[in-house]
């Protein structure tokens, strides 16, 4: 079945420092592919995604490229900032089974200090 | 509405309790999904709406689980004398379509229920 793995939080970073999230994931089909944020106290929101190999999805300074050979979508960002203390989610949705139900991964953590 | 609603914000159950939990999506959107996140988890798939139509169902842990969507709108995921396990934030989310493979989730806030 269709799994995604991300590596553990808390990230913790300084304001301004360079940030990487590691996603890798297992997939039936050929997955489109998401990165979904979860400020405290709010639901989940897609931040960006991506829908075939090497695409590079990008929002808010953040980008993550769709690599089908390592089967990974790393989420970077230059020059984090305080606002961006948040729980990242990767995802993918590929269809598998017939009905296009996105799998998630557990969330790393991010906190970022001033 | 703006978004994505989900009632109540809380709810604290004592084992064997029946509980409801309310969903409203955003008018107007197709598909509907209830998904379980335990602490420090990220979202299980526990079941998926196109309308009124519960077309898969295929994560509901038991029997004890039940979800409906009667007019295609509001949702309500109900649990069954409640056991300690099911405690865990309840999600829900909302799509635009009928949930091709690159249509974007809009999530509410959830339900979280602890089961005393």
């Known amino acids: 079945g269709d799994s995604v793995t991300q590596m553990e939080g808390p990230v913790t970073l300084s304001e301004e420092a360079f940030l990487t999230i590691n996603c890798t994931y297992t997939a039936t089909g050929y997955p489109s592919l998401f990165w979904y944020v979860q400020y405290p106290g709010e639901g989940l929101q897609l931040l960006l995604k991506a829908t075939k190999a090497d695409d590079k999805g990008s929002n808010k300074g953040f980008e993550a490229t769709y690599r089908k050979e390592t089967t990974s979508f790393h989420l970077e960002k230059g020059s984090v900032q305080v606002s961006d203390s948040a729980v990242y989610f990767c995802a993918l949705s590929d269809g598998a089974g017939g009905s296009y139900i996105p799998t998630f991964g557990r969330g790393t953590s991010l906190i970022v200090h001033p | 509405g703006a978004g994505v609603s989900q009632s109540p914000r809380y709810k604290v159950a004592k084992r064997g309790q029946d509980v409801a939990l309310r969903c409203d999506p955003i008018?107007?959107?197709?598909?509907l999904f209830w998904y379980q996140q335990a602490l420090g988890q990220g979202p299980e798939f526990l079941t998926y709406f196109q309308n009124e139509a519960q077309l898969d169902k295929s994560g509901l842990p038991s029997d004890r689980f039940f979800a409906e969507r009667p007019e295609g709108s509001v949702s309500t995921l109900k649990i069954q004398r409640t056991q300690q396990e099911d405690s865990a934030v309840y999600l829900c989310?909302?799509?635009?379509?009928?949930?091709?493979?690159?249509?974007?989730?809009?999530f509410g806030s959830g339900t979280q229920l602890s089961v005393l």
């Open positions: 989310a909302s799509s635009m379509g009928t949930g091709g493979r690159n249509e974007k989730l809009f």
């Open positions: 008018s107007g959107h197709v598909s």
